[in-house]
């Protein structure tokens, strides 16, 4: 079974700074992605960006990138020029993706984060 | 395209009674996956289905149950209602080898 760790509940940042989420894992498999979802107030859980665990390059989108330690199993978020829209709860989450295998999300536990003006 | 939809949104019943959440996926996605998520136990895996085949299940109750239909729509089905089942339910779509799930905006469900 996997685990997924975030062990920062809560977390803020003014706006326009840099702010970095920390996530571990834990699993025996070696294909696998690793996700982080953001959920704002409106509850809709909106994808943030993505890893596959076989490349070495670490995820970028816009102003959101990973830092993917896969002998470490460490997959924190940073998130640049923060803006107020960023607040939100983030999930980290895993999903193995041996072929033909169901797709399963297991998630962390959370971090809110607050962008201050 | 469109996105994930879930029908109803909201929704209060009374202990005893059962509910029935609908989700439609994202067009040309086959894989459904369902998720109930509360402030004790978190985002927690409910079942998964592709092509009108359960191909996993968490670990809940067998008062939770779901169906997929051949277009891909899916149903879960919650009998015999308990306080703790209140929550939000969300639904998820994922189609290509990729494997990335896309959620509804979820049903909240209070149960009085």
């Known amino acids: 079974a996997q685990t997924v760790t975030q062990s920062q509940p809560e977390m803020s940042v003014q706006e326009a700074e840099t702010v970095t989420l920390s996530c571990t894992y834990d699993?025996?498999?070696?294909?696998?992605?690793l996700f982080w979802y953001k959920q704002p107030p409106s509850r809709q859980m909106i994808l943030v960006i993505r890893q596959e665990a076989y490349k070495q390059q670490n995820a970028t989108e816009n102003r959101f990138s990973v830092n993917f330690q896969k002998a470490a199993k460490s997959f924190s978020l940073k998130i640049s020029d923060s803006q107020l829209g960023d607040t939100a709860m983030y999930f980290c989450?895993?999903?193995?993706?041996?072929?033909?295998?169901?797709?399963?999300?297991?998630f962390g536990s959370g971090t809110q984060l607050t962008v201050l003006p | 395209k469109a996105g994930v939809t879930q029908t109803p949104r909201y929704l209060i019943k009374t202990r005893g009674q059962q509910v029935t959440l609908s989700c439609s996926p994202i067009?040309?996605?086959?894989?459904v996956s369902w998720y109930q998520q509360t402030p004790g136990q978190g985002l927690q895996f409910l079942f998964e289905?592709?092509?009108?085949?359960?191909?996993n299940k968490g670990n809940f109750p067998g008062r939770f149950s779901g169906r997929q239909f051949s277009n891909s729509r899916s149903e879960m089905n919650v009998s015999t209602l308990e306080l703790g089942d209140s929550a939000l339910y969300l639904c998820?779509?994922?189609?290509?080898?990729?494997?990335?799930?896309?959620f509804g905006p979820g049903t909240r469900l209070l149960v009085l």
């Open positions: 998820a779509s994922s189609g290509g080898p990729a494997g990335t799930q896309y």
């Open positions: 067009s040309g996605h086959r894989s």
């Open positions: 699993t025996s498999e070696n294909n696998y992605y």
């Open positions: 289905y592709f092509s009108e085949t359960q191909r």
């Open positions: 989450a895993f999903m193995k993706t041996t072929s033909g295998s169901a797709r399963q999300l297991t």
